[in-house]
C-alpha cells in the first residue's frame, strides 16, 4: 500500500544550524503517527515544513499521490492537511462558533460577488457552515460554549477548539502539535480518546507530543528525531528499547 504522506530526504537550515537532515518517513492512511525526540530535536521544523510554514531546502514529500513541497499553509491545508499550534492560535475575540466556521471556509465555494450580493446560493452555504461547525464543537464536546469567546474558555477547551477547526477543514491528515500541553491528567485521558475517535472516523492522524506515555499508548508507529535526524523510527515497543533513542533521551551511560 502507497503511504498517505512520503518524506524523501527532507533538510531544513537556518544559518548555520541544520535543523533537519535527509529526513525520510512514510505515514498510512489510517495510522496514528508518533512523532518525538528531546527539546531541540527538529519535531516542529518537520511539522512546519510539512504543512507550508517552512520550505525544505532539499528534499520533498508527497501527500496522495500529490507533490506539496513549497506550498503555502493555505494550499497545503486545501490539499487536506490540517494542523493544530503548539501555541494557541485562536481568535480570542471571536466565538467558539466563529472560530470553527472561518476553518470551514477553506472548503467554501462563495466568492467575493456572493458576499456582496448575499444571493441564496450564498446564504445556504453559510448555514450549512454553521451547522457543520456546531456539529464539530459537539464532536470535540464543547458545544455549550459555542457562543463563548474563544479566549475565555478554560485551557483545556480551547486546546478542544483547535481541533474543531482544524476538522473544519475536512482533513485527510491531521497534525497536532503537543495537544496535551497543559492539560492536567484526565484531560489528557480525554484527549487521548478523542484522538482515537478521529482516527475511527477516517482520518489519519500526526501527533508530535512531549508526554512520551501518550504517544506510546495511542501511536501505531513512531518516528524519533535527536538534533535533526532520524535515529528510530517503529512500533511503540521497537522504539521503546532501542539504545539511541534511550540514549537520547538519558544521555550516554558514563564509562567506568
Not at 50 to 72: C, I, P, Q, R
Not at 107 to 126: N, P, S
Amino acid at each position: 500500500m502507497n503511504p498517505l504522506l512520503q518524506a524523501t530526504r527532507l533538510s531544513r537550515r537556518f544559518g548555520g544550524v541544520r535543523a533537519l537532515a535527509d529526513i525520510s518517513f512514510g505515514i498510512r492512511v489510517g495510522e496514528i503517527y508518533g512523532l518525538i525526540g528531546p527539546n531541540g530535536a527538529g519535531k516542529t521544523t518537520l511539522f512546519n515544513v510539512l504543512t507550508g510554514l517552512y520550505a525544505a531546502d532539499e528534499g520533498e514529500f508527497v501527500f496522495s499521490g500529490k507533490s506539496l513541497t513549497g506550498l503555502t499553509p493555505n494550499q497545503v491545508a486545501a490539499a487536506g492537511i490540517a494542523r493544530t499550534f503548539q501555541n494557541i492560535r485562536l481568535f480570542a475575540n471571536l466565538s467558539a462558533l466563529e472560530n470553527v466556521m472561518i476553518g470551514r471556509h477553506v472548503r467554501t465555494r462563495a466568492g467575493v460577488l456572493g458576499a456582496i450580493l448575499r444571493d441564496a446560493r450564498t446564504l445556504a452555504e453559510e448555514r450549512d457552515i454553521e451547522q457543520r461547525a456546531f456539529e464539530l464543537l459537539d464532536y470535540v464536546g464543547i458545544r455549550a460554549r459555542a457562543n463563548e469567546a474563544a479566549g475565555g474558555l478554560p485551557y483545556g477547551d480551547q486546546r478542544r477548539l483547535e481541533i474543531a477547526r482544524a476538522l473544519a477543514t475536512e482533513p485527510r491528515l491531521l497534525a497536532l502539535d503537543e495537544p496535551a500541553a497543559g492539560m492536567n491528567p484526565s484531560e489528557r485521558f480525554a484527549l487521548a480518546d478523542l484522538i482515537g475517535e478521529i482516527r475511527r472516523s477516517g482520518v489519519t492522524v500526526l501527533l508530535i507530543e512531549h508526554d512520551v506515555r501518550l504517544v506510546m499508548n495511542i501511536c501505531d508507529r513512531v518516528l524519533v528525531l535527536d538534533y535533526g535526524e532520524r535515529i528510530a523510527e517503529g512500533t511503540p515497543g521497537e522504539v521503546q528499547g532501542n539504545p539511541r533513542v534511550i540514549e537520547a533521551y538519558l544521555g550516554a551511560p558514563r564509562v567506568a
